[in-house]
Structure formats: structure tokens, C-alpha cells
């Protein structure tokens, strides 16, 4: 059995004896990583669907080129440890997935291979594949390229003045906030008909498929909830001391890759702490890097820097968390 | 002395099979550091040498003479002047790149090589024989050192002693050229050479 | 304000943004030495923002009173000596590096008599790390970060004062403190991954460190960030 | 000297040898020698290299001066004919909200008339302070050079600040209007173009030197009426 079923069953025991009263019928201690994985595709499908509708084939250029290159990625690297290779698990299908949401539409075609190998490959294999990552892989892949690379990610990335779609040539909406105070309008925002990474534009998207994952109990909904009250409550602080700038606290939730970071990365069960108040401490941390850097730092976004360096505090707050074994109340 | 090593065994030692970066963990801190590119990695191995040089050959003259408790003291106070005169020759000669290095030459005092082979080799063995093995250690560490440095400064600028290697088409991974590249790659070498190593 | 600002602005920088581990690759031997339990990292990084400190203390007095060129202490010295032109144009700078060394090995050995003396129940958590201590370049370089800002500067009134000095050594242990905690918290955890064979012990580490470095690069920026944010243009 | 103090040991009290041998300052003669021949050593290296260092130290900055007063192929142009421009270093105080600020400026003079200036100043970048030298002609009104002498910024995109093609493009630029970073290609004369997806490395760069301008602009031409 691997680690992440270990922790897995360990967590879901322990959330199934808190929501006993309110739904035992969701709580499936046989649940397989495959069949979790197979959620966490289909909470994504409307991300999906809303990016080749915003981006059209950019999209699925990205896609089938992250997809591929995870796929090969995992292959070669599971070779070399000569251990038996399936495919069928879906989680390297899921890291190109993230990995293609999470770049902008025109990156080209090496950035993303580039991620997609440094994800699985010292994301994941070095740690011993499959739920034994400290780290969430898609955001090792993407902060090594955003990092690496930042001249094709960073705020230029998007300005591509010789596309055909009308959304590209624009700046993204942080981007254009943060060098010219331009605020966006709300709806854009909600809908995503805007520019951003490919999955992040539309919220509403992001929160539907986010909604699925927390009532199949994939995903533990208080990660997302920590992550969006402490950006809510920071983003109000924020409006009270300059309330000139005009980027409200629903600028913040909807602007950005925050609903699809809190919703679809942060969850990420093997890198996140096990007990419900250590994964709200979790979401928590994550809100408040993001807004840190958001505000702050020179990077337009902090979510894949947040996700890391939460999933880096991640063991000691299991450790100050521990869950309590079996049959102690 | 008839279990010591021999001058010869000392500089082979070093070099490959007690490699101070690889095999013995030691100096990490400039391997990291400088690494970014060869001439800096270079530079930076030439004054490791002639510390570790000096250290060793002055160490080992005087180790009759070496009270035990006093010992570290006076090879903290050896190594410390080398780094010093070390440090002054790069800025009167080679200002650009002693700035460049900034406050990693002064770390040299601190490198933990230097005290090592100052304990392990001089102060129990003959004057040729630590200098044979200054020089097997520091050419160890300085084989590691470029090692890094060349993947680091091919893949992060595409040249190579500030020499075009890779197409101008070469898209930087800048990356390579700040932290993160350093531990990276160095991982990544490491278990390169275990790997090598346990296949032997 | 400004100053309170200055004063902030070093500890964030010293402590998350450019991370003496993470960042500047100082006291990188501990960190992959001493990270295999979160109870003796913590013990680790305690004992190094002592000495720290302490050694950032008598460095800051040393290069102010004695070694910069013009100090008051040697010049007065030199007074009854030589002529006052010649006084005044004393340079004891070369002799930094040896001072520094000693007066941090010599804090080192304070640091462990006073704990051991007053504090046995600290002694037994962390005096095993003192010795280790005296080679750890975290702290001979935070003592050149303070040299390069008192000697190094064009403008005297620039200079760096005690209290930016005391700043910059004990945000640089904590964030030593912050980055070998959190590495031995995820090592601990890693000891019941399978790791490939070559990867295991240093190069894991390494690989890790490297992470997390990745991660701490998002702070980048965030300094100016703020110092805008406090003072107008 | 071993066998010598050997020697000695027998011939004196031995209680009082064995005290004076325990005494930490004999037991320390060797580490006393070593620093004093070590002392010595590094004396000699200050001597022989020190004004070496100093000069350097000064020929960083000196060396970039004619270019940045005259333009990289005026300047080559004299080099090959021996011709030098006379250099004068001084310190101009500046009074701002009541604090002190100190520039460094050179004044560059060329058969006894005044043909530029150039100032060394500092300021907050993205990442870490920017430290840079800005030319000017002798009456102030135009920006004649800039060079980058330290900065930290992002490799790959904010360092692009030292490229001689971003930095060419302040030559020639007045200094009557602030300069305005603008990121979709500059037409008006006090517009500079943003390096791509380092618009604050680029708008530090032009407020230190918007920053340097304002504060230096009267003081230099009062201060060179003064000097007269």
C-alpha cells in the first residue's frame, strides 16, 4: 500500500467520524486513487471546456503537449527505476492537465515539456512516485519554467499581438492592475472572457468544478474555504487602508489563478496536511502568501509560490496536528 | 609513520575516490555559490588551491611543535592570513571578478576542507606529501566545482567561458543561473555519481 | 519612520527574501547535516541566532571603533605615536578577517560556558551544536554583510548603525532557524518515502533545498514592494 | 629548541619550570610567532597592493566617465589620440525635506572648459539597490550617458537594465520633463520603452535618474558659479 492510501484512509477515517451526522453516505473508505483521480478530471472538464472556448486551439495545443509530455515523463522515469508502468492511475494525466490550465495560451511548446518533465521528474520520481511527493508537481514544473523562463510567463507571455484571438492580446487583468491600476470589470472576471493562464479565467468555472470536488469529498473543502476567507479577509483590510485603488475583495477572488489554485492545486490530498484543521491552517497559509505576493512581490501571481511553500510547512503542521488514532475520542 | 598514505596515494585520493565536494561533503558553500558560471568557478578553485596550499605546506612544517589544544587556533590563524593575502591579490589584479565573488572568498576561512586536511594530512605528515595532497584535494575540488559550473552557465546562457556553445536560438533557462539551479543541479550530479558509483 | 522602516525591511529581507541558506548558500553544512529531526534543527538554529548575534555585536564595535580607516579607538592609539595626519589615515582592514574569526570562535566558546552555567536545561537541547558552530559560515558572513555596510559605503552618513547591524544577525539566524526546520520536518516525512537509491541522504536534500528555494523566489520583489508601499514616491 | 629547553628543564627547579611551562602565555609562543610573522606578511601585501586596490576602486568609476560625457565613439576617438579629459571628483550636499544627501559627481573639462558631468547615485530597485552612473552636458539640459555599475536584478529579464540597447535610448533625452517609462512604444521625447515584463526594473532605473536630476540640477550650476 502506498503512503498516500495510508494517509488517505487515515484522513478519511478521521473526517468521516466528524461528518457522520451530516453526510455518511459520501464517505467511501474503498476508494482507489484511480477513482479519485477520475473526479478530479471531471471537476475539471468545465475549466477545460471554458479555456478552448476562451483560447480555442491554444488550448489544446497546451493541453495535448503537457498531457503528452507527463505521460512520457512518468514512462521514462518509472523505466528507470524498473518499475512496473501503468498509466492507468490518471495522476500524470491530471499534472499535465494542471500544468497546461496553469500556463498562459501562447507559451511555447519547449516551456511546457520543459514543465511537465521537471514536474514529474523532480517533483515526483525522485520522492518514489505516487503519493510519496512532498511537493505538488504541477507547481514544481511551473514555478521551475516561471522562474526559468520568466520572459515567455511573466506579464509578456500573454501580450501576443499576432494571435487570432481577441482575449490574447490583451494584458491579463493582474497585469494590467498592477502596472496601471486598470480595474477590470467584475463580470469579465466571473465569466472569463478575459486573458490570463488558461484555466484560470473564468471563475465560475473554476467554482463549479471546485463544488464537485468538495461534495464528492475528493477534495476537502476546508482548504478552499481557508484560502478564500483568508484572501477575503486580507483583500478587505487592504480596501480600508487605500480605498481609492478600486480592486475590491471580489477583484481579488475572481482575478487571477486564486479560485483555480484553492479549488484544484492547494487540494492536492498527498501534500496536504491530514487532519480538517491542519488543512485549514493550510488553505489559510496559502490565502495570505498569496496576498502577500500579489501585493507585493514582482511576481503578477503567487499561487504556485504559495502552494510550495505550504506544502513545504506541510509535514510540521501534521506534526503540531497529529490526528488521533483509531477508537481515542 | 607507516600507515600514513604516501604523497602519491594523498593526490590520487583526492582527486576522484575522496572527492572533497562529491564524496566527502565538504566546502558546499562556494560549490553552490559561484557555480553560475566557469570563470567565477574557476577563480574561485585557483584561490581554494593556494589557501589550501599554503595552509597545508605551513601546517605541516610546524606540526612538531603543535600543542593539541592550541591547534585549531593556529590553523584557523593560517588559513585566515592565506584568505586575506588571497583576497587582496584578486582585488589588485582581478577587481571585476573579486567583486563578482564578493564575500565567498572570505568564506574560504570558514570552508571546512581547508581545516580538514590541515587535521587529517598536515599536521601528521611530511611537507611533500601535504603538498601533494593540497593539490589532489584542491584539483578534486576544483573538477567538482567546474563540473556544475559548466551545466550551469551552458544551460543558463548557452555559453561556455562566456563563449557561445548553443545556438542564439537557445532559450536561457535562467533558472540555472540563480539558487534554485544551484541545488538542482547539484543534486542532480550527486546522484548522478552514486548512481555511477554503485554500478561500478 | 524611515528608520523603523529600514529597520524592517533588512529583517524581512535577511529572514525570507534573500535567505542566508536559501538564498546566499551560507551554512549549507548544517543544513544538510543537522536536518534530521525537527527537534535538533530548532536546536540548531537557536544556538547559531545566539552566536550570531553576539559575534554581529563585536564585529559591529570592532569595525566601527577599530579596523575602518579613521576609527576612533586606533586613531587615539596611533595619536600617542605618530603625527595626527598619519593617525587618522590608519587602515586596519586587512586585518578584518582574522579578527572576525576570532571573535567568533571566542563567542562561540562565551556562549557555551555562559549557557552551561546558567542555562543547563538549554545546554542539554542545544549545547551539542556549539562547537559545530565556529565553522559555520552563516555567521562569519553575516559579519562581512556588516563590514561591506560600514566600510564599503561612499557616503560615512550611510553607514550601517548597531541596531540595522543586530537586525540583519539575529533575521539572518531566524531565517537560517526557518529554512532548517522546515527541511528537517520534510525529511522526516521523506524517511518513509521510497526514494531511489542514488537520491538518498544529500542529494534528496539537495533536491529539496532546491524547491525550496524555488518556492522562497517568490518573495522576490517584495522588499521594494513594500518600501514603496510605505513611502510615497 | 626543544632539546634546548630540555636541557634547561634539568638544570632549573623543575616546580617552578613545570608553573611557567603551564602558564597559558608560554604554551601560546607559538601561536604568538605565527601571528607576528604573520602580522608582518600581510603588512607587506597591504603595502605593495593597497594603492593598487584603491585604484581600482576609483578607476571603476573613472573609466566610464568620458564615455558617458562624449558618447562611446567620441571617446574612443580621443583614447586613440592620447587626448584626456581632465576629471575633477566632488562631493554636492543636497538639502531634501531636511535631510542630507550627499552625490558624487565628477566634472569632466577638456582644454580648461567644461564639457560634462557626471553623477554616481543609487536607488531601490526590484530586487536589491541599483547603483548607476548618469553623464550630463555642462548646462544640465541633456542626459549624455548611463551606466549600470551594480544591480541585483532578475536574470533574464530586470538585469536587461545593463544592455547597451535599453540603456541608449535615455542619450539625448532633456532633462526639462520628467522621464515617463511607457510600455507600448515611446514616441514623446521624455519617454522611455519598458524592457518586456520588467516594467519596474525599468521605472526604478528612470526615477533614480528623474531623482538625481531634480536634486542636482540647480546645485551644479550654482556650485560651478561658486567654483569659479
Redesign the interface.
Given at each position: 500500500m502506498t503512503k498516500k492510501e495510508d494517509r488517505f484512509t487515515t484522513f478519511e477515517k478521521a473526517a468521516g467520524k466528524l461528518n457522520v451526522a451530516s453526510s455518511p453516505h459520501l464517505v467511501d473508505t474503498a476508494m482507489t486513487t484511480r477513482s479519485m483521480m477520475i473526479d478530479v478530471l471531471i471537476s475539471l472538464a468545465p475549466v477545460i471546456l471554458m479555456s478552448v472556448y476562451v483560447f480555442h486551439w491554444y488550448a489544446v495545443k497546451q493541453l495535448l503537449i503537457c498531457i503528452a509530455s507527463c505521460l512520457a515523463a512518468e514512462a521514462l522515469f518509472t523505466r528507470m527505476r524498473n518499475k512496473p508502468f501503468s498509466l492507468l492511475d490518471y495522476s500524470a494525466v491530471i499534472t499535465g492537465v494542471i500544468i497546461a490550465m496553469s500556463m498562459p495560451g501562447t507559451a511555447?511548446w519547449?516551456?511546457s515539456v520543459?514543465a511537465s518533465f521537471v514536474g514529474i521528474g523532480?517533483g515526483k520520481s525522485?520522492f518514489g512516485g505516487i503519493g510519496m511527493n512532498i511537493f505538488n508537481p504541477a507547481m514544481v514544473g511551473r514555478a521551475?519554467v516561471m522562474?526559468?523562463?520568466?520572459?515567455?510567463l511573466g506579464a509578456s507571455g500573454y501580450e501576443d499581438a499576432g494571435s487570432l484571438v481577441d482575449a490574447i492580446t490583451q494584458a491579463t487583468p493582474m497585469d494590467i492592475f498592477k502596472q496601471s491600476g486598470v480595474v477590470p470589470s467584475l463580470s469579465v472576471l466571473f465569466w472569463g472572457v478575459t486573458n490570463g493562464s488558461l484555466g484560470e479565467t473564468s471563475a465560475i468555472a473554476c467554482i463549479i468544478g471546485g463544488v464537485y470536488l468538495c461534495i464528492r469529498r475528493t477534495a476537502s473543502w476546508e482548504i478552499p474555504l481557508g484560502v478564500i476567507l483568508t484572501v477575503a479577509v486580507l483583500g478587505g483590510i487592504q480596501n480600508i487602508v487605500s480605498p481609492d485603488s478600486g480592486w475590491t475583495v471580489l477583484h481579488h477572488l475572481f482575478g487571477g489563478a486564486l479560485l483555480f489554485g484553492a479549488f484544484f492545486i492547494a487540494t492536492d490530498p498527498v501534500t496536504s496536511p491530514l487532519t480538517p484543521k491542519g488543512k485549514f491552517i493550510f488553505g489559510a497559509g496559502v490565502g495570505a502568501i498569496i496576498m502577500l505576493l500579489r501585493l507585493f512581490s514582482g511576481y503578477p501571481e503567487g499561487v504556485m509560490f504559495a502552494v510550495l511553500l505550504m506544502n513545504a510547512l506541510t509535514p510540521l503542521i501534521n506534526r503540531w496536528n497529529v490526528p488521533k488514532p483509531l477508537g481515542e475520542h | 609513520m607507516a600507515d600514513q598514505p604516501t604523497a602519491t596515494e594523498r593526490f590520487i585520493q583526492g582527486v576522484l575516490p575522496e572527492n572533497p565536494v562529491y564524496r566527502q561533503?565538504?566546502g558546499?558553500?562556494p560549490v553552490?555559490?559561484v557555480s553560475n558560471n566557469m570563470k567565477a568557478a574557476v577563480t574561485m578553485a585557483a584561490s581554494v588551491t593556494f589557501v589550501l596550499l599554503c595552509a597545508n605546506v605551513v601546517t605541516s612544517l610546524?606540526r612538531?611543535?603543535?600543542?593539541p589544544h592550541?591547534r585549531i587556533?593556529?590553523f584557523?590563524?593560517?588559513i585566515?592570513?592565506f584568505?586575506?593575502?588571497a583576497?587582496?591579490?584578486l582585488?589588485?589584479?582581478l577587481?571585476q571578478m573579486s567583486k563578482t565573488l564578493g564575500?565567498y572568498i572570505?568564506?574560504i576561512?570558514?570552508?571546512?576542507i581547508i581545516?580538514c586536511r590541515c587535521e587529517v594530512c598536515a599536521s601528521k605528515q611530511s611537507v611533500f606529501t601535504a603538498a601533494s595532497d593540497a593539490i589532489g584535494q584542491s584539483l578534486g575540488f576544483a573538477l567538482a566545482l567546474s563540473s556544475i559550473a559548466a551545466i550551469r552557465e551552458i544551460l543558463?546562457t548557452g555559453m561556455f567561458f562566456e563563449l557561445r556553445v548553443l545556438p542564439a536560438a537557445w532559450?536561457?533557462?535562467?533558472?540555472?543561473?540563480?539558487?534554485?539551479?544551484?541545488?538542482?543541479t547539484?543534486?542532480?550530479m550527486?546522484?548522478?555519481i552514486?548512481?555511477i558509483s554503485?554500478n561500478k | 519612520m524611515s528608520y523603523l522602516t529600514d529597520i524592517f525591511l533588512i529583517a524581512l529581507g535577511a529572514a525570507l527574501i534573500n535567505n542566508f541558506v536559501?538564498?546566499?548558500?551560507?551554512?549549507?553544512?548544517p543544513f544538510?547535516g543537522v536536518s534530521r529531526r525537527v527537534e535538533m534543527a530548532f536546536g540548531m538554529g537557536c544556538a547559531v541566532t545566539f552566536v550570531i548575534t553576539i559575534a554581529a555585536f563585536l564585529c559591529w564595535v570592532i569595525t566601527t571603533f577599530i579596523l575602518m580607516p579613521g576609527a576612533p579607538l586606533s586613531k587615539w592609539v596611533a595619536g600617542f605615536f605618530v603625527s595626527a595626519d598619519v593617525a587618522a589615515g590608519i587602515d586596519l582592514t586587512?586585518?578584518s578577517?582574522?579578527v572576525y574569526?576570532?571573535a567568533i570562535?571566542s563567542s562561540v566558546q562565551f556562549v557555551e560556558m555562559y549557557v552551561r552555567k546558567f542555562f543547563p536545561v538549554l545546554y542539554s537541547s542545544f549545547g551539542v551544536f556549539l562547537p559545530l558552530i565556529?565553522?559555520?559560515?552563516a555567521i562569519?558572513?553575516a559579519c562581512?554583510?556588516i563590514m561591506?555596510n560600514i566600510v564599503g559605503v561612499d557616503n560615512p552618513a550611510d553607514a550601517w548603525d548597531l541596531g540595522r547591524s543586530l537586525t540583519l544577525a539575529i533575521f539572518g539566524g531566524v531565517g537560517f532557524t526557518i529554512a532548517i526546520v522546515i527541511m528537517a520536518g520534510i525529511r522526516e516525512d521523506l524517511e518513509l518515502c521510497d526514494i531511489?537509491?542514488?537520491?538518498q541522504g544529500?542529494?534528496?536534500?539537495?533536491?529539496v533545498?532546491?524547491?525550496l528555494?524555488?518556492a522562497f523566489?517568490g518573495f522576490t520583489g517584495v522588499d521594494s514592494g513594500l518600501r514603496n508601499a510605505m513611502i510615497p514616491m | 629548541m626543544?632539546m634546548e629547553s630540555r636541557t634547561r628543564e634539568i638544570k632549573d627547579s623543575p616546580g617552578m619550570w613545570e608553573r611557567i611551562k603551564k602558564n597559558s602565555l608560554v604554551?601560546?609562543w607559538?601561536?604568538l610567532l605565527?601571528?607576528l610573522f604573520?602580522g608582518s606578511?600581510?603588512a607587506s601585501?597591504?603595502l605593495s597592493?593597497?594603492p593598487?586596490?584603491e585604484m581600482?576602486?576609483l578607476n571603476?568609476t573613472l573609466s566610464k566617465v568620458p564615455e558617458l560625457v562624449l558618447g562611446a565613439s567620441r571617446a574612443h576617438e580621443m583614447e586613440a589620440k592620447n587626448q584626456e579629459l581632465g576629471i575633477e571628483p566632488m562631493t554636492i550636499e543636497v538639502n531634501k525635506n531636511n535631510k542630507r544627501v550627499l552625490y558624487n559627481v565628477y566634472k569632466t573639462t577638456y582644454n580648461g572648459e567644461i564639457n560634462g558631468w557626471v553623477a554616481k547615485t543609487s536607488g531601490q530597485g526590484y530586487a536589491g539597490s541599483i547603483e548607476l552612473l548618469l553623464g550630463l552636458d555642462p548646462g544640465m539640459e541633456l542626459i549624455t550617458g548611463l551606466f549600470i555599475l551594480d544591480q541585483k536584478e532578475?536574470?533574464?529579464?530586470g538585469n536587461k537594465i545593463v544592455t547597451e540597447q535599453w540603456r541608449k535610448q535615455f542619450i539625448n533625452k532633456p532633462t526639462k520633463n520628467r522621464l515617463i517609462v511607457v510600455k507600448d512604444g515611446a514616441d514623446a521625447v521624455n519617454e522611455i520603452d519598458a524592457i518586456t515584463g520588467a516594467t519596474i526594473s525599468s521605472k526604478s532605473v528612470s526615477n533614480i535618474m528623474n531623482t538625481a536630476i531634480s536634486d542636482l540640477k540647480g546645485q551644479l550650476i550654482s556650485g560651478q558659479s561658486s567654483n569659479r
Open positions: 511555447p519547449f516551456v520543459i523532480i525522485v521551475f522562474i526559468a523562463f520568466a520572459g515567455y | 561533503l565538504l558546499l558553500c553552490l555559490a610546524i612538531n611543535l603543535l600543542k592550541l587556533v593556529v584557523t590563524l593560517t585566515a592570513t584568505v586575506t593575502i583576497d587582496r591579490i582585488a589588485a589584479y577587481y564575500p572570505p568564506l576561512i570558514v570552508n571546512c581545516i543558463g532559450p536561457d533557462w535562467v533558472i540555472m543561473a540563480l539558487p534554485p539551479g544551484a541545488f538542482l547539484f543534486g542532480v550527486l546522484a548522478a552514486n548512481w554503485s | 536559501l538564498y546566499y548558500f551560507v551554512g549549507i553544512c544538510v586587512i586585518l578577517y582574522i574569526i576570532f570562535s565556529t565553522t559555520n559560515c562569519l558572513f562581512l554583510t561591506s531511489p537509491k542514488p537520491f544529500v542529494a534528496i536534500t539537495l533536491i533545498g532546491g524547491i528555494a524555488m523566489m | 626543544m604554551q601560546g607559538l601561536v605565527l601571528a604573520f606578511a600581510l601585501v597591504q597592493l593597497g593598487k586596490i581600482n576602486k571603476e532578475t536574470p533574464g529579464l
